[in-house]
């Protein structure tokens, strides 16, 4: 007997029996009421309607145990049990370096060859109602790219991508998907593996470069907008509204552009130049780039407000987060901004140096930004420990990203929290550990009675998440207002019915609802032809959420500004 | 290579439906999903879909569609009920003298059994499920389990089970059997006596409690649905009814609608209670008539549509075992409680109860195997002739069985390495067994009796309502017992008169039979020759047998008022 292949258990979470091979439909008769949500969401086709009882039937042989009709059944009158068929996922391809000093080049390579790629894209079941659409926080048409590349036809992939997404190419190496569209993927909500579909994406932009940007339409001609901020929000905004002809200038505080992009992720997890690939085409298409000009200090809003048609203000949250620790104004405790920023020029050398070998680095929280930092002191020969107070299975960091950390060497420990800082002549000698415990992922951790330990350090470097500035013209009214739940009483009953709402193992469906509200709030003006994007809006976020929520605040300055006569190319 | 798991299309910019892949990016694309199966709609729905909607009635359409839009509408139906049934629980635990006549002019006692439990059978036959709609008891529990009257609250208080399949495979006979429990109840306590007011407040306080836990155990309207003593009767019964229920107006909208907002709930309204869909409504069996449906619709395409009494005895495309099932065993009870007022029931009763110690003071009636052995014995009967008239008339047919068993997954290496799964190759064997006609005959003509059952359970009320539902008119002036006179009319000599008394009750019970006989001749009739003459070997016998079956049945039970005297 052939063995079913599959990632949680030989025989799928939900199989009754070791004998269960394949799949077993059981419709309720009585509880079915014909509705044929189930039938018309099989991607299959594996459910029929008996035309005399009209209730659904299915043919077992053909499912393949996704479980979309039990999730999406509005009585409960259906239930799939048994394996999911379906093969594992394709390799990872991580790269180990040898020698970490100073290496960065990237650790995950993505597919390699089309084979790899084709053979993860037919993992894929082409949903007639796709849940990954609704996770990916951008709504990239993601089924559609997936079909296009088993066509193996590049043109139509990046044709689908370009709708939705103009950084395919970043979110495809700095995405969360497991919260968003693979997590999303049926696969998942049936408590299985699901498609690779960041490393997919990747795959796509890998064999062929995102396309320059081009003028499509004349929707917004006449029309002129200031960005402020050149993050993701703000570059995203621009693309859309330069495609629709209109004339963009970008304000940007930095020297560079890209936001957390440029100075936050460093080169070995998202490479330079695709950091710099967007303004670089913005710029051929039209827009005016002014950098080292910050809002409030040398531009303000009711300038640029008379100056220009529209506004859109994308300026982030980069202000790290301090904690009141004694002993942080020591010398040695730096912010990781200012860390990363030196970190990454000195490996952007053609022979970059080891200036932190041997120094004990602790790096004081276990997020994204102190994996980054962690391992970017690692690659100048430091030792690491990376310390996060909260209980390591409701920590919100990327899991691959914890363990390519500690692959590398940094000790994670997470259940810790640093209780102050120790020095000796004004400079960091040590940091005192103290234990915490932590009952769910809603609570705050606590700490617990036992005693602090000194741990020994030369350099301890805060990276515990950032917020948005609260100075003057920088902070906005009544701004961020992170939606913390869904907008409305009731879920769109269309959010329903696709079923990811409904998935026993994992509440993603609920982040993606609650994402959903983000791009609303974009779409609306913050005060008259002023609009605002990304984690200035929202407060501390992902990219492709920036990403889109500029885009869709651009769409709909576009739809409030242009004259109806304008007609699209 | 390509996959197996891939759809009917091969190429990368066509949809499985055959449709060119659309090119806007679409979050819920209706051409994305596959096309709802039509096939068989027509026949299965055309002979069952009304053509009356009330709602789109001339002078009463649109005051009734406002009606019925209105959140406290069913609110409004049911406050005088529930009023009436905590009178009815507070007046027999605090008044009620044990000193008169048990019962007799006790608010509780009069209004329950003298007048509710005769109207109701009327309601279940003009109407159908008019009862569930006003309901004091579902009712009050849906009220608890919303935490309010009449809005639309987000999270109900229930645990939210879902009706067990292995429950649900019996459908309404779950709780057939507990209204023969209750029923037992009530004459084991002799509440319905009419016995000491106190038990009838007992017994409406258990009914109002069991609501109350289930709801709160249990998702939506489930013990409306699958357990109340009274949905198996008024679901089957009521099948003579003239109001088919909320059903779509066109079936066409309702395959193509994105969001179900009659099954899922909308910000207007709930999910339907009751578990149906208006989209698939084929009879009149299990809508509630809540209004929640036709609130929700986002294309006003829910209407409250008529129909011909017995429509739904005659006519369904989709005949439920569980339903005939319930028809004989309720048609046993029924002739249970004509049987017990008959004096050998009295003996066997007395003999059983001293043979098996079945006796608590002057409590002992019914003995639980008399009780249960001649409902059961009752039921056999229509059974067992259905199996006779099965045998003789029915053709011998032969189906094709076909069996599938698939050979397992096969794994396909890839030439990237990475191992597939291809889909199991099914094989296939059928073969030719003979088919026993029993099932299909025997639910289509128990069907064809629900009149007959029905009009039985009326008739079986009348001695009460006839002689006695005069009373109400002093009873409502001293709800309690306690020497009030609220609306002068306690004294009233018009309370003690009598609609009607002995053999004139017999001879309107045995008219109330003869009409339900009438109906059941009609209704098995059309059945046959709908259903039944196409799998008979001759068709007049088959007529013939058939309708000589439901006289005989008819003449039985109505026979029996006769040595019962009018008894109560």
Same mark, same amino acid.
């Not at chain 2, 069952?48 to 009330?54: E, G, L, M, N």
């Not at chain 2, 088919?435 to 639910?443: A, D, H, L, N, P």
């Not at chain 2, 006839?466 to 009030?484: T, Y």
């Given at each position: ?43 299959? =086709? +594996? ?51 040898? =020698? ?55 043109? &139509? ?55 320059? /940007? ?23 905004? &621009? ?18 552009? =890209? ?61 790290? /987060? ?47 930004? +102190? ?167 929202? =407060? ?30 | ?70 959140? $406290? ?100 006979? $779950? ?10 109840? @009530? ?41 109340? $003593? ?191 799964? @291809? ?146």
């Amino acid at each position: 007997m052939t063995q079913v292949l599959d990632s949680k258990s030989k025989n799928g979470p939900l199989s009754n029996s070791l004998d269960s091979a394949h799949p077993s439909v059981r419709i309720i008769k009585e509880k079915c009421a014909g509705c044929q949500e189930c039938v018309t969401r099989c991607p299959v =086709g +594996a459910l029929d309607m008996d035309p005399h009882k009209w209730v659904a039937l299915a043919d077992s042989s053909i499912c393949v145990g996704c479980r979309q009709c039990e999730r999406t059944c509005p009585y409960g009158a259906i239930h799939v049990a048994g394996p999911m068929i379906v093969g594992p996922s394709g390799p990872l391809n991580l790269y180990h370096p040898k =020698g970490l000093i100073g290496d960065v080049t990237e650790i995950r390579q993505g597919f390699t060859s089309w084979d790899e790629a084709i053979a993860e894209a037919n993992r894929c079941l082409d949903c007639p109602d796709p849940t990954c659409m609704l996770g990916c926080p951008a709504h990239n048409a993601i089924p559609d790219f997936i079909a296009a590349i088993r066509a193996k036809d590049l043109n &139509a992939a990046h044709a689908v991508l370009e709708k939705t997404s103009m950084w395919p190419d970043a979110c495809s190496r700095v995405c969360d998907w497991k919260t968003q569209c693979e997590g999303s993927c049926t696969w998942s909500l049936a408590g299985g593996e699901p498609v690779a579909i960041g490393r997919l994406e990747r795959f796509i932009t890998d064999q062929m470069a995102v396309k320059d /940007i081009e003028v499509t339409s004349d929707a917004a001609k006449g029309i002129t907008v200031a960005i402020v901020g050149a993050g993701p929000a703000g570059l995203s905004a &621009a693309t859309q509204l330069v495609k629709a002809g209109a004339a963009v200038t970008i304000y940007e505080r930095d020297r560079n552009t =890209g936001g957390v992009m440029s100075w936050g992720i460093p080169s070995y997890v998202l490479p330079d130049q695709i950091v710099d690939r967007p303004i670089e085409s913005l710029i051929k298409a039209g827009v005016t780039l002014k950098t080292g000009v910050a809002l409030g200090r040398d531009i303000h809003i009711e300038d640029l407000k008379k100056q220009y048609s529209a506004v859109i203000l994308t300026h982030g949250a980069s202000t790290p /987060i301090k904690l009141p620790l004694p002993g942080v104004d020591l010398a040695g405790v730096e912010d990781a901004t200012y860390f990363l920023t030196n970190a990454k020029s000195e490996l952007a050398k053609e022979k970059p140096e080891a200036i932190y070998d041997g120094a004990n680095v602790v790096v004081l929280g276990a997020g994204n930004t +102190a994996m980054d930092v962690a391992r970017s002191a690692r690659r100048l020969g430091a030792k690491v420990i990376a310390i996060d107070w909260m209980k390591e299975e409701f920590a919100k960091v990327r899991p691959d990203e914890i363990q390519e950390a500690r692959d590398e060497g940094v000790k994670v420990n997470f259940g810790n929290t640093v209780e102050s800082i120790v020095g000796q002549n004004g400079v960091v000698a040590g940091v005192v550990i103290r234990t915490t415990t932590q009952k769910s992922a809603s609570q705050l951790p606590r700490l617990t009675k036992e005693p602090g330990t000194t741990h020994h350090c030369d350099k301890v470097i805060l990276a515990m998440g950032y917020r948005v500035e609260d100075l003057g013209e920088a902070k906005l009214p009544k701004l961020p207002h992170p939606p913390q739940k869904p907008k409305g009483p009731i879920p769109d009953r269309r959010w329903i019915g696709s079923g990811i709402l409904n998935s026993p193992y994992t509440k993603v469906g609920n982040l993606a609802l609650a994402r959903e509200s983000m791009l609303e709030d974009a779409r609306l003006p913050i005060s008259d032809g002023i609009w605002a994007a990304g984690d200035v809006l929202v =407060g501390p976020s992902t990219v492709v959420s920036a990403m889109a929520q500029g885009r869709e605040a651009a769409r709909a300055l576009i739809e409030a500004l242009s004259s109806p006569k304008s007609k699209k190319k | 290579m390509t996959s197996t798991l891939e759809n009917e299309s091969k190429e990368a910019n066509t949809l499985k439906n055959g449709q060119p892949r659309p090119v806007k990016v679409e979050l819920f694309s209706s051409e994305r999903r596959r096309p709802p199966k039509k096939a068989g709609m027509e026949q299965h729905f055309g002979p069952t879909d009304p053509k009356i909607d009330a709602l789109k009635l001339p002078v009463i359409g649109k005051p009734l569609t406002k009606l019925f839009k209105s959140r $406290p509408f069913q609110f409004m139906m049911i406050l005088p009920n529930q009023a009436i049934f905590w009178i009815v629980i507070i007046g027999g635990i605090i008044g009620g003298s044990y000193a008169m006549p048990a019962g007799e002019n006790n608010f509780g006692t009069v209004i329950t059994w003298f007048i509710w439990f005769c109207l109701i059978f009327i309601m279940i036959v003009g109407v159908g499920r008019a009862w569930c709609m006003m309901c004091p008891f579902g009712g009050f529990a849906e009220w608890v389990q919303r935490h309010t009257f009449w809005k639309r609250t987000i999270k109900p208080i229930t645990a939210n089970w879902k009706w067990p399949e292995k429950m649900a495979k019996f459908g309404i006979l $779950p709780a057939v059997g507990t209204f023969i429990f209750l029923t037992w109840i @009530e004459e084991f306590f002799n509440i319905a006596g009419p016995g000491y007011p106190i038990f009838t407040s007992l017994m409406v306080l258990g009914i109002v409690a069991t609501a109350l836990t289930v709801m709160l155990l249990f998702e939506r309207r489930t013990f409306c649905r699958y357990l109340c $003593p009274l949905t198996g009767l008024i679901g089957s019964a009521g099948a003579t009814g003239m109001v088919a229920g909320f059903r779509t107006r066109d079936r066409d909208k309702c395959l193509a609608c994105q969001t179900k907002d009659c099954m899922r709930g909308s910000e207007k309204g709930y999910g339907c209670p009751w578990f149906e869909w208006p989209g698939s409504a084929s009879s009149n069996l299990m809508c509630g008539l809540c209004t929640e449906c036709m609130k929700n619709c986002p294309e006003d395409n829910v209407g409250l549509f008529l129909q011909p009494p017995l429509t739904s005895v005659i006519k369904p495309d989709r005949r439920r075992t569980d339903v005939g099932i319930a028809v004989v065993a309720l048609l046993g009870l029924v002739v249970f409680q004509q049987f017990n007022a008959l004096s050998p029931y009295q003996s066997l009763d007395n003999w059983l109860n001293s043979h098996t110690g079945f006796q608590f003071g002057a409590y002992g009636y019914p003995n639980p195997i008399d009780y249960l052995g001649i409902i059961a014995l009752a039921a056999l009967v229509p059974l067992l002739l259905t199996g006779i008239i099965t045998l003789l008339v029915a053709k011998k047919t032969t189906t094709q069985v076909t069996e599938t068993k698939d050979s397992g997954p096969r794994v396909v290496p890839s030439s990237g390495g990475v191992a597939l799964l @291809e889909a199991p190759v099914a094989q296939s064997t059928t073969k030719t067994v003979k088919t026993s006609q029993f099932k299909t005959w025997f639910v289509a003509l128990a069907y064809g009796i629900i009149p007959l059952m029905a009009s039985d359970y009326l008739a079986r009320q009348l001695p009460k309502f006839l002689s006695n539902s005069p009373r109400i008119i002093a009873a409502i002036s001293d709800p309690f017992d306690k020497g009030w006179n609220l609306f002068g009319t306690a004294k009233l000599h018009i309370a003690n008169q009598h609609i009607l008394l002995g053999n004139g009750v017999v001879v309107v019970q045995m008219v109330v039979v003869g009409i339900g006989l009438l109906a059941s001749l009609y209704a098995t009739n059309k059945i046959v020759k709908n259903e039944l003459v196409q799998v008979s070997k001759n068709a007049l016998a088959t007529r013939a047998i058939t309708l000589l079956y439901v006289l005989a049945l008819g003449v039985a039970v109505g026979g029996l008022y006769y040595p019962m005297h009018a008894a109560f």
